[in-house]
């Protein structure tokens, strides 16, 4: 394993914990502060931002992992969805469930989750709550969740594998863990391409839309320093959950990742 691999913690010189930020090194305290500012500065142009960069791919994306998750329409369901602030994918899952399908939003970011909230207004009748806390601290009971979701947002937590272990404690036994997360495009020449428009095109898009090219540029750095595949369905399976899977969409520009709760 490489360096530019590594997604735990690791120690520096100062005995202070490290992680990236990036393609920076900062100490682990400092980085959700930093992905908090990035956020909060992109937040009302954000899902403009992901029509353009993605060309509207993504959208397909997340219907895809709603798709993959079925809410049932007849029964109670129980949804969480993590990181996901302005309701794009809350919203696919209530309107895919049935009258008994409540979903939480759960975001670190009161400026994404003021963006979701005004996106749903009254549309559905108390069926969605909005909740401001940590992915690596759930202020939610054990056992209480028929699945989760977390689109785009598990590769800027600091310390992934604690945000995978109380994903595993809040979903109920047979729950469902879903992560739509970039990943690793396997495709010749298409990988090029995708490099290219990702360090040249985007950072400007950030600054012209968004008047923010940093933080776009930190979000492309991010997705490099993601893990493979393989490596993260490990950290799925380390986390508890059995029957771990990936599947690749767009010639590996983004992979949904999936785990049951068995027990």
């Known amino acids: 394993m490489s360096s530019d691999d590594k997604t735990s913690a690791d120690t520096g010189f100062s005995g202070e914990a490290n992680t990236h930020f990036g393609f920076e090194r900062v100490a682990l305290s400092e980085k959700q502060a930093r992905v908090d500012d990035v956020f909060r500065s992109v937040a009302k142009r954000y899902d403009l931002m992901n029509d353009l960069m993605s060309g509207g791919l993504h959208r397909a994306w997340k219907s895809n992992l709603v798709s993959m998750l079925r809410p049932s329409r007849s029964q109670p369901f129980r949804h969480l969805d993590v990181a996901g602030g302005t309701g794009d994918v809350a919203f696919r899952v209530l309107d895919a469930g049935g009258r008994g399908t409540h979903v939480t939003v759960l975001d670190i970011n009161e400026a994404m989750l003021r963006v979701g909230a005004e996106r ?3 549309r559905f009748d108390g069926r969605i709550d909005f909740v401001t806390a940590n992915a690596e ?21 600091p310390r992934i594998d604690v945000a995978l272990a109380e994903a595993y404690r809040v979903l109920a ?4 863990f879903l992560c739509l997360e970039f990943s690793s495009v396997d495709m010749p020449v298409l990988d090029r391409i995708y490099d290219a428009y990702s360090f040249h095109v985007i950072p400007r898009l950030g600054a012209r839309v968004a008047g923010d090219a940093e933080s776009y540029r930190y979000l492309v750095e991010s997705i ?19 029957r771990v899977s990936h599947r690749a969409l767009t010639g590996g520009i983004v992979a949904i990742h999936s785990g049951w709760k068995i027990a």
């Open 120 to 122: 749903a207004g009254d």
């Open 137 to 157: 601290a759930l202020p939610l009971p054990g056992n209480a969740f028929d699945a989760y979701t977390i689109a785009f947002g598990i590769r800027n937590v």
């Open 173 to 176: 036994p047979g729950g469902r």
């Open 224 to 242: 490099r320093k993601f893990p493979s595949p393989g490596r993260f369905a490990g950290m799925i399976e380390a986390a508890g959950f059995s």
